[in-house]
Structures are given as structure tokens and as C-alpha cells.
């Protein structure tokens, strides 16, 4: 079993990014220089190798109490990363 865990395109922060045209490039978090692309739930499964299958997703959620009640509403749009659980076939 392999996890990894990418940036969730789908987020309303990147939505904002976007809109305000403004995507800063920061050391370590959500806009890491290292972060090269962004991902939804449905690309990540597109690129996924023959013999690789998804065992589950799950969504990351914030530490803080409030952000992590309001994430669990709607997950997919609020959070920033999500993991995916591969294994072999």
C-alpha cells in the first residue's frame, strides 16, 4: 500500500487564487513552490497506472476545531489536500 496526499484543485482557496489572479508561491503549505499541480479527485484517478488500483480517498482537514466542523460539510471544496490509499492489484 502506497499513500499520497496532494493538492486538492478543487479548493475555494484555489477557486480565489484564481479569481484574483494572484497565486503566491510560499516556502511551505497550500501554494508550495514545490506543488507543481493541482489535482481533483477525478484527475488524480486518471493518471494512476495499470496495476495501481484506489483503495480510498480521504480529505485532510484542518486542525483548528471551527475550520475542520465547517471542512466536514463540505469537504471536496473546503479542504486543501486530500490522500489517496493505492495498493497493487
Request: proline share 4%; net charge positive; glycine share 4%.
Amino acid at each position: 500500500m502506497m499513500v499520497i496526499s496532494v493538492p486538492n484543485a478543487s479548493s475555494v482557496r484555489k477557486l480565489h487564487a484564481w479569481l484574483v489572479n494572484d497565486f503566491p508561491r510560499e516556502d511551505i503549505g497550500y501554494f508550495d513552490r514545490t506543488h507543481r499541480s493541482w489535482f481533483t479527485t477525478k484527475s488524480i484517478k486518471k493518471i494512476i497506472p495499470k496495476g495501481i488500483y484506489v483503495e480510498s480517498i480521504g480529505y485532510i482537514y484542518s486542525k483548528k476545531t471551527i475550520f475542520k466542523l465547517l471542512q466536514k460539510i463540505i469537504p471536496s471544496r473546503l479542504t486543501s489536500q486530500f490522500y489517496v490509499k493505492l495498493s497493487k492489484e
